[in-house]
């Protein structure tokens, strides 16, 4: 399943490990049962497991992305590690990045937002509302022309001979990144929940709805039972 994102994004889902019944079977493992087919008596231990976060069950459910999004929805992303052994020299790791590598791909593709944001003004890190017209044109213009003068000196470098690793330090943080991300089921819910919310910013909002697609595509009764038992809203 791919979902595009923002003007040039995306979410695909390239692999995942486990099913619905893999949370059952790894909770009902203490009591030496095992389930092959789905019931009611199932569908109410996932709720008491997610409602009263017994979460291990959950992380055996994974889920590969490859992922394209600007730089700074990225910066905030590495940020997330409830459910993620981020210490290489931990047994139990169930997560992972691999990402495009400046230093051997040139850049080329930037985010261009449709609308230009104001300012919260009861908020320091939001945006509330956007900009008036006149505001709008002018804006756009600055972006375009600052846009322009970036990409002409990045490729004068680049067609200078410079190394990609050199050049790419004049490039905004709207140049896209893509990645690959693996994570267990408890990361990827953890996430949606912080990020598919009013005062996260708007472009990680989009991404978490699409990351909240694309794990109900893969696993549909676990995570609607888990969006039941957190009370998230439709």
Same mark, same amino acid.
């Given at each position: 399943m791919k979902? &595009? #994102?923002?003007? +040039?994004?995306?979410?695909?889902?390239?692999?995942?490990?486990?099913?619905?019944?893999?949370?059952?079977?790894?909770?009902?493992v203490?009591?030496?049962k095992r389930k092959s087919v789905w019931s009611a008596a199932d569908r109410r231990l996932v709720k008491y497991l997610a409602k009263y976060k017994h979460y291990s069950p959950f992380r055996h459910l994974q889920v590969q992305f490859h992922i394209?999004?600007?730089e700074f929805v990225m910066r905030q992303w590495y940020?997330?590690?409830?459910?993620i052994e981020t210490s290489s020299s931990h047994s139990t790791k169930d997560h992972a990045w691999n990402e495009i590598s400046g230093r051997?791909?040139?850049?080329?593709?930037?985010?261009?937002? &449709? #609308?230009?944001? +104001?300012q919260s003004e009861d908020n320091k890190q939001a945006s509330e509302g956007v900009l008036d017209e006149l505001q709008q044109k002018r804006m756009t213009s600055t972006?375009?022309?600052?846009?322009?003068?970036?990409e002409m000196a990045y490729d004068r470098m680049i067609d200078a001979g410079m190394a990609k690793e050199q050049a790419r330090i004049i490039l905004p943080l709207n140049q896209y990144t893509e990645v690959y991300w693996t994570a267990s089921f408890q990361s990827?819910?953890?996430?949606?929940?912080?990020?598919?919310e009013k005062t996260s910013q708007w472009e990680i909002q989009e991404y978490a709805k699409a990351l909240l697609e694309c794990t109900s595509n893969t696993f549909p009764k676990i995570t609607e039972i888990w969006a039941e038992a957190?009370?998230?809203?439709?």
């Amino acid at each position: 399943m791919k979902i &595009d #994102v923002l003007d +040039k994004g995306f979410i695909e889902v390239v692999d995942s490990l486990g099913n619905d019944l893999t949370v059952v079977n790894s909770a009902r493992v203490s009591f030496g049962k095992r389930k092959s087919v789905w019931s009611a008596a199932d569908r109410r231990l996932v709720k008491y497991l997610a409602k009263y976060k017994h979460y291990s069950p959950f992380r055996h459910l994974q889920v590969q992305f490859h992922i394209k999004a600007p730089e700074f929805v990225m910066r905030q992303w590495y940020k997330h590690v409830v459910g993620i052994e981020t210490s290489s020299s931990h047994s139990t790791k169930d997560h992972a990045w691999n990402e495009i590598s400046g230093r051997y791909v040139p850049v080329e593709d930037f985010y261009t937002p &449709d #609308v230009w944001r +104001k300012q919260s003004e009861d908020n320091k890190q939001a945006s509330e509302g956007v900009l008036d017209e006149l505001q709008q044109k002018r804006m756009t213009s600055t972006y375009n022309e600052f846009m322009r003068q970036v990409e002409m000196a990045y490729d004068r470098m680049i067609d200078a001979g410079m190394a990609k690793e050199q050049a790419r330090i004049i490039l905004p943080l709207n140049q896209y990144t893509e990645v690959y991300w693996t994570a267990s089921f408890q990361s990827i819910m953890n996430f949606i929940e912080l990020r598919n919310e009013k005062t996260s910013q708007w472009e990680i909002q989009e991404y978490a709805k699409a990351l909240l697609e694309c794990t109900s595509n893969t696993f549909p009764k676990i995570t609607e039972i888990w969006a039941e038992a957190h009370g998230w809203e439709d």
